[in-house]
């Protein structure tokens, strides 16, 4: 039997009897194919800005936590780090000796953010860029505490950013400063494409 001919039986046959999964794959077809004739015209800036969007961070609202830890830099989003970071960072002896400052609570205010914290934190979450957090820095021989600048997530996402653009740039100082480039920090909009370094401007690969 000639291939050609089972060929034309089977279109016929779906022909016949599979009218709705034709139908389906042909307005499956007509979405693709308006879709990139909006993409052609430049219309579809809000599905791209929503695709983009998706994988941000959770931003910090609880009221404790923005506001005691708040005050020298951004509150982070809790999802960029994992809880056994966050535990550290909020023991007792480590908040008196804070990265070189002194950022000491009442315990009863520790206690609030902790729970905040411990419960929002990366490991705890099912967002794809927080998830990316949720692996610890490499481990250090000495007592520093854990940084968010030093998980190998961060590391990697910033390996194009020159010192002369972070601490050698007055207006940004350090890797911690996030909100000085990133202006939807608090919004937990990370995305490259929102990018403003202060003297430098937008980012483009
Ligand atoms: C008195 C000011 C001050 C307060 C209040 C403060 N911090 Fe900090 N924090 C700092 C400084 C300074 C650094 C180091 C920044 C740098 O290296 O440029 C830092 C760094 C950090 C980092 C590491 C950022 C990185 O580089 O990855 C985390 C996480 C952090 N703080 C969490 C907290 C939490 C949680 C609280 C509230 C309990 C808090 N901070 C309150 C001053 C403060
Ligand atoms: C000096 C400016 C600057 C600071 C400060 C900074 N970033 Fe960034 N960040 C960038 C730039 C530029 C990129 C894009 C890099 C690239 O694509 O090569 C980026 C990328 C990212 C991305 C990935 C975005 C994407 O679209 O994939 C995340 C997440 C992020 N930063 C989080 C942070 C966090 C959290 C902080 C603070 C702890 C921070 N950044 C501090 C400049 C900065």
């Given at each position: 039997?000639?291939?050609?001919?089972?060929?034309?039986?089977?279109?016929?046959?779906?022909?016949?009897?599979?009218?709705?999964?034709?139908?389906?794959?042909?307005?499956?077809?007509?979405?693709?194919?308006?879709?990139?004739?909006?993409?052609?015209?430049?219309?579809?800036?809000?599905?791209?800005?929503?695709?983009r969007k998706f994988p941000n961070i959770a931003?910090?609202?609880?009221?404790?936590?923005?506001?005691?830890?708040?005050?020298?830099?951004?509150?982070?989003p809790?999802g960029v780090?994992?809880?056994?970071?966050?535990?550290?960072?909020?023991?007792?002896?480590?908040?008196?000796?804070?990265?070189?400052?002194?950022?000491?609570?009442?315990?009863?205010?520790?206690?609030?953010?902790?729970?905040?914290?411990?419960?929002?934190?990366a490991?705890?979450s099912a967002r794809i860029r927080e998830l990316a957090f949720a692996?610890?820095?490499?481990?250090?021989?000495?007592?520093?505490?854990?940084?968010?600048?030093?998980t190998?997530y961060f590391?990697?996402k910033?390996?194009?950013?020159?010192?002369?653009?972070?601490?050698?740039?007055?207006?940004?100082?350090?890797?911690?400063?996030?909100?000085?480039?990133?202006?939807?920090?608090?919004?937990g909009v990370f995305d490259?494409?929102?990018?403003?370094?202060?003297?430098?401007?937008?980012?483009?690969?």
């Amino acid at each position: 039997m000639p291939p050609a001919f089972r060929w034309s039986w089977s279109l016929d046959t779906m022909l016949k009897h599979s009218s709705i999964p034709l139908l389906v794959l042909t307005s499956l077809w007509l979405v693709a194919v308006g879709m990139a004739v909006m993409a052609a015209d430049g219309e579809t800036r809000d599905w791209r800005g929503w695709l983009r969007k998706f994988p941000n961070i959770a931003p910090a609202i609880q009221p404790t936590y923005l506001e005691e830890c708040g005050s020298c830099h951004l509150a982070y989003p809790p999802g960029v780090l994992p809880a056994d970071s966050w535990k550290q960072i909020l023991a007792p002896a480590s908040l008196a000796n804070h990265y070189g400052d002194d950022a000491w609570l009442p315990e009863n205010l520790v206690a609030e953010v902790r729970a905040y914290l411990m419960t929002n934190a990366a490991d705890k979450s099912a967002r794809i860029r927080e998830l990316a957090f949720a692996v610890p820095g490499a481990a250090r021989s000495d007592a520093s505490l854990p940084r968010i600048t030093e998980t190998p997530y961060f590391v990697r996402k910033h390996n194009q950013v020159p010192a002369r653009l972070v601490t050698d740039n007055p207006e940004v100082g350090s890797f911690s400063q996030c909100n000085r480039c990133h202006i939807g920090a608090e919004k937990g909009v990370f995305d490259e494409s929102q990018v403003d370094i202060p003297g430098f401007g937008s980012w483009t690969d």
